[in-house]
Structure formats: C-alpha cells, structure tokens
C-alpha cells in the first residue's frame, strides 16, 4: 500500500480489528468533544463523531507528512428506544443501562470514517442485538468485572458479556468497534480513487 495508513484510536480493540484486516498502520490519539448536539439522531452523531475523529487525526498528522496519510476515525454507540447509551460515568449508570438491555432488543450503531486529507468518507452500520433477561445479581456481578466500565451500553460482546447475547443481527465486528468488511472496502475504495 503506497498511502500511509494512521488508525485515530486509543481503543485496543479498534487497533485488533484493523489488524486482522491485514494492514499496517500507526497511531494518533486525538481529543475531541463527545457531547451530542439538540435536533441530531443517533446515526447523525455517530457518523459525526468518527468524521471528527479523522479529521482531528488528520490535522494532527498532516504537517508532519510529505503526502498526507489515510486517517481511521470510528465511533460506536448503543441505541434503545430512541435513546443513546454511551460508556457508563459511573457504576449506578452501568447498572441502569443493563437493566434497560435486559431480555430486549437494541442497536449498536458504528460509523467508521475515512480521510485523505482531501476526501471524508463513511461507512454506518447497524446491528441489532437481542439480551436474554438479566437478573441484580447479575448485573452487579457482571459490573464488578470491570468489563463494561470503558464501553458503549456498558457491555463487551467479544469478552463476558457475549453471555447476554441471545441473538445478533448485523455485524459482529462492527459492535466490538470497527466493522472489518465496510473498513476493508472504504480503505480500498480510496486507494484506488488515488491513484
Ligand atoms: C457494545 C460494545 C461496545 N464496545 C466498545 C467499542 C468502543 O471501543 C467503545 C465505545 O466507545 P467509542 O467512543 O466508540 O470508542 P473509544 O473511546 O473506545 O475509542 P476511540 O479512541 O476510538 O474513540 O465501546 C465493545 O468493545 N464491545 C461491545 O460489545
């Protein structure tokens, strides 16, 4: 691959999936403000997030590159009934968000984006999970694991909390944070647009 590939994440599960896909690439850390703006849906925030990723990426890259690099952002949220469950602030809101995910269906929204410094592309990919039903004990059990502390909904699928799984519809990949096949196509798609 001739364009420098630059993933802007600091989750290792981020950083996992793009290496199963097969690419070499490195690192940056961008900051940037999570709060999601009045009128905006999910999908609008989503999308809006991993864009701001790679763009943050990107300028934080490009005056250091002679030909500026690809930059990954991706964001991943969990959506019940409209409403949008982000990473716990605390134990009582983790508790709370499993006991809303508890025996019902929700929606892992994970946007991924792509810039070249020029071009912003994007993939959202929906994911609809089923939980079986949760008791206290299990929730406060599964908390103290410590798990669901830095994710989105409070659970990890691809770690203990795949046990709440009942059903999945939609990417796997794409709930654990990066979906490999619509990433695949937008890094491919832009390569060869590039050349
Ligand atoms: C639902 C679910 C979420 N998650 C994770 C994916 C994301 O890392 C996290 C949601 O937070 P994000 O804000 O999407 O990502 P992040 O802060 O971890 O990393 P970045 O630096 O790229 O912004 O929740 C799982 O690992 N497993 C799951 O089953």
Known sequence: MKAQLCLASSSP??????????YQFELVAPNIDETMRAGETPA????????????????????QAETAPLVLGSD????QDG?????????????????????????????????????????????QVIFCALSDAQIAAYWDTGEPADKAG?????????????AIDGSY??????PLVETRELIEQMIAERK
Do not use: W
């Open 13 to 22: 599960r981020r950083q996992a999936l793009l290496t199963q896909l097969g």
């Open 44 to 63: 609008q925030f989503v999308v809006r997030m991993a864009k701001e990723k790679a763009l943050a990426g990107q300028a934080l890259l490009a005056p």
């Open 76 to 79: 991943t949220i969990v959506v």
């Open 83 to 127: 409403k949008v469950l982000g990473k716990p602030v605390d134990k009582a809101d983790g508790e709370a968000m499993l006991r809303r995910l508890s025996g019902r269906a929700h929606r892992v929204l994970t946007a991924v984006a792509l810039s070249d410094g020029e071009r912003l592309e994007f993939k959202l990919v929906i994911t």
């Open 154 to 166: 409070s659970y990890g699928i691809q770690g203990l909390g795949g046990n709440f799984v009942r």
């Open 173 to 178: 990949s794409a709930v654990v944070g990066l």
